[in-house]
Structure formats: structure tokens, C-alpha cells
């Protein structure tokens, strides 16, 4: 396991609506653009969805063993937070 991970993300509050966002991913939509247009993360949001680099422990639970599960360039599925739900882009 890496010691640090750098992941953006896209955060909704309904699940449907994170399904909605992994198809039009899927279908060739930047993640980036979206994570701009749709995030209720304001301040990731402007960066693209950019969290930075982080390393175990410095985000909630579920989040964080998603995360670092991912290989670069790789894109999750929905995962639900207390904050809502979350679809998860790693960089590095």
C-alpha cells in the first residue's frame, strides 16, 4: 500500500444521482467538468474535485478503503459517507 494517494472526488447527496454520474463517466463526460458542475463540495470542486494527496486516516472510513483499493486512473463506484455519496477518481 502506498503511504500517500492523491484522489479527487465528486460528492452528491442522493444515490441515484451518483449512479447518474459513473454512466455519463462512462460514457466519456470528464470527470473534472462534472466535479465542477455537480459536487456540493465547493472546495474541491473548483480544483476539479482535486482533494490532494492524503494518507490513511486523514479521511472518513469507507472513503478512505475505497481509495486507496483504486489503481491510477481508475474510477469507483458510488460510496456512501455521512457527507453523502462519493465517486472517487486516484491520480497517484
Same mark, same amino acid.
Given at each position: 500500500?502506498?503511504?500517500?494517494?492523491?484522489?479527487?472526488?465528486?460528492?452528491?447527496?442522493?444515490?441515484?444521482?451518483?449512479?447518474?454520474?459513473?454512466?455519463?463517466?462512462?460514457?466519456?463526460?470528464? +470527470?473534472?467538468?462534472? @466535479?465542477?458542475? *455537480?459536487? %456540493?463540495?465547493?472546495? !474541491?470542486?473548483?480544483?476539479?474535485?482535486?482533494? &490532494? $494527496?492524503?494518507?490513511?486516516?486523514?479521511?472518513?472510513?469507507? +472513503?478512505?478503503?475505497? @481509495?486507496?483499493? *483504486?489503481? %491510477?486512473?481508475?474510477? !469507483?463506484?458510488?460510496?456512501?459517507?455521512?457527507? &453523502? $455519496?462519493?465517486?472517487?477518481?486516484?491520480?497517484?
Amino acid at each position: 500500500m502506498p503511504v500517500k494517494i492523491k484522489c479527487a472526488h465528486i460528492l452528491v447527496e442522493k444515490q441515484s444521482e451518483s449512479l447518474a454520474i459513473v454512466e455519463r463517466i462512462k460514457k466519456g463526460e470528464k +470527470f473534472g467538468r462534472l @466535479a465542477k458542475e *455537480l459536487s %456540493i463540495d465547493s472546495g !474541491s470542486a473548483k480544483k476539479d474535485g482535486n482533494l &490532494g $494527496y492524503f494518507t490513511k486516516g486523514m479521511m472518513v472510513k469507507s +472513503f478512505e478503503q475505497v @481509495a486507496f483499493k *483504486l489503481q %491510477i486512473g481508475e474510477i !469507483s463506484e458510488p460510496v456512501k459517507t455521512e457527507f &453523502g $455519496y462519493h465517486i472517487i477518481k486516484r491520480f497517484a
